[in-house]
């Protein structure tokens, strides 16, 4: 699909390049477009790089949702609750040259808590001076196409400086959004949602759990934060009944069950009663203090004016070729971080090599035709397979994840990354609460340890 220029063309070519967001997507794509020879600029709307990992304790209580309007951008970004960890081996994570180590001093564990992660992303910014490319405290506010050249497409970019006020407006070769997708709130719909008298809380603004003490909580949803905070809940709250569409349940979450009498599995909600009864599928009921939606997140793109040429329907935003270039737009708009359900470190990495060799002339995309029939050819496949189209981003995939890698000549993953992710995987359906600080899979650490990813940097 994707193929080299003649040497005439592949001659760098350099860009002015707006990347919007300074999480692990967007720290990596300016470091990529940058080694292209790319003039890069990160705008940032918090006061540090992170992204979602640069956690953001105070939450506002007046949306206790955290859902606005889809024209203006959440106050509070990151979706990171106090004792998060991990759920996943740090040595599967990080960027393909820079490893996720331990240091002394810090937190050493295998799943280390959140902030961890966090330090590794401002280790990884100084490392590589991705820091000196990023503006602070900016919100971008707009993003659409310059009408002046019409050979050249060309991005206005408006963002304003949170501290001052000022609005900036400047003109960028390429826009690359990094936007992450794990801030807007995705809501279910329930008979009585809107008139529910008692408190409402999206997992978004769960921090910690004293605010539910001697509480009745129905927690929505099975994920792996719903059971995380289900089984940070036990200890305060009176009882927590985790709601889930399927009681089909691992036997990890079977043994947290057995282990606490107040925590109950529920099936699904039907409806909600002004009364404070929250009404099951099967009949059942409780009077509840608290629901606690623990059911996802929502793309969304506030700033972006594609006129239709870029949509988010149901989460599925497209049509992007290869969850990356918008065919009609591309290659001075892309998107990196949108696959879900994959080890992210190394794919976004894949993507930003991608969209800076492509900005750069390097390589090629197809047509716009044959980009569009992919994208089609795709959601039919995702239709047949019975996949849910808010999952279209669902990778799940580690065959997809080497051909992404092969478009740019990026090393597959490895073989002992991939059989340590399902071992973590595996060991949680085991054993939920004591699977990050307890494993077997000591040959496959070892495996992992002696490979060239680690040695080069334990000398």
């Known amino acids: 699909m994707v193929s080299v220029t003649s040497s005439e063309a592949s001659r760098n070519r350099s860009k002015k390049v707006c990347v919007i967001g300074a999480g692990p997507s967007g720290l990596v794509s300016a470091r990529e477009l940058r080694k ?14 992170g992204g979602q990992w640069l956690y953001q304790p105070n939450v506002k209580e007046e949306d206790p949702l955290g859902s606005v309007p889809t024209n203006v951008a959440l106050k509070v970004h990151s979706s990171i609750y106090s004792s998060l960890r991990l759920t996943s081996p740090r040595e599967i994570m990080g960027y393909s040259d820079f490893p996720f180590l331990a240091k002394k001093g810090r937190d050493m564990r295998r799943f280390p808590g959140h902030k961890e992660l966090w330090l590794y992303l401002k280790d990884f910014s100084e490392a590589f001076g991705v ?8 919100r971008v506010e707009f993003v659409g196409e310059e009408d002046k050249n019409e050979d050249v497409r060309r991005w206005i970019v408006r963002s304003r400086e949170k501290l001052s006020g000022k609005v900036i407006e400047e003109i960028f070769d390429a826009v690359v959004v990094a936007t992450g997708h794990y801030s807007h709130p995705r809501l279910p719909s329930i008979k009585g949602m809107d008139s529910w008298k008692r408190k409402q809380v999206h997992s978004h603004v769960y921090r910690v759990p004293d605010p539910f003490r001697n509480e009745v909580v129905v ?5 792996m934060s719903g059971q995380d905070i289900s089984i940070e809940l036990v200890e305060v709250a009176k009882e927590v009944h985790l709601s889930s569409k399927s009681l089909d349940i691992t036997c990890g979450l079977s043994k947290v069950i057995s282990k606490y009498p ?8 039907e409806c909600l009663k002004d009364d404070g009864r929250v009404i099951f599928v099967d009949g ?4 509840a203090d608290t629901i606690l939606y623990c059911t996802g997140y929502s793309y969304k793109f506030p700033f972006l004016e594609s006129k239709g040429r870029v949509e988010v329907d149901d989460d599925r935003v497209g049509p ?3 969850h990356t270039f918008p065919p009609s737009l591309s290659p001075s708009l892309s998107f990196v971080g949108i696959p879900r359900k994959l080890i992210g470190f190394p794919f976004f990495e894949a993507q930003a090599k991608w969209i800076a060799q492509v900005l750069s002339g390097k390589l090629s995309l197809p047509s716009s035709d044959q980009m569009l029939q992919s994208v089609a050819d795709f959601y039919r496949s995702r239709d047949l397979a019975g996949v849910p189209k808010h999952n279209t981003h669902d990778i799940a995939d580690f065959t997809y994840c080497d051909k992404y890698a092969g478009y740019v000549g990026f090393p597959h993953l490895e073989e002992w990354r991939k059989l340590l992710c399902l071992s973590a995987l595996d060991n949680s359906q085991e054993n939920l609460e004591t ?9 496959l ?13 334990n000398s």
């Open 36 to 49: 292209e020879g790319h003039k890069v600029v990160v705008m940032e709307q918090n006061n540090d790089v």
């Open 131 to 138: 820091r000196e490319m990023i503006r602070f405290n900016v």
């Open 219 to 223: 927690v929505v949803g099975n994920s």
């Open 262 to 269: 107040n925590l109950h599995l529920q099936p699904q909600i």
């Open 284 to 287: 059942s009921s409780v009077v």
């Open 320 to 322: 992007l070729f290869e």
């Open 435 to 443: 699977y990050r600080d307890s494993w077997d899979d000591h040959e």
């Open 445 to 457: 650490l070892q495996e992992a340890m002696q490979s060239s990813h680690f040695t080069n940097f």
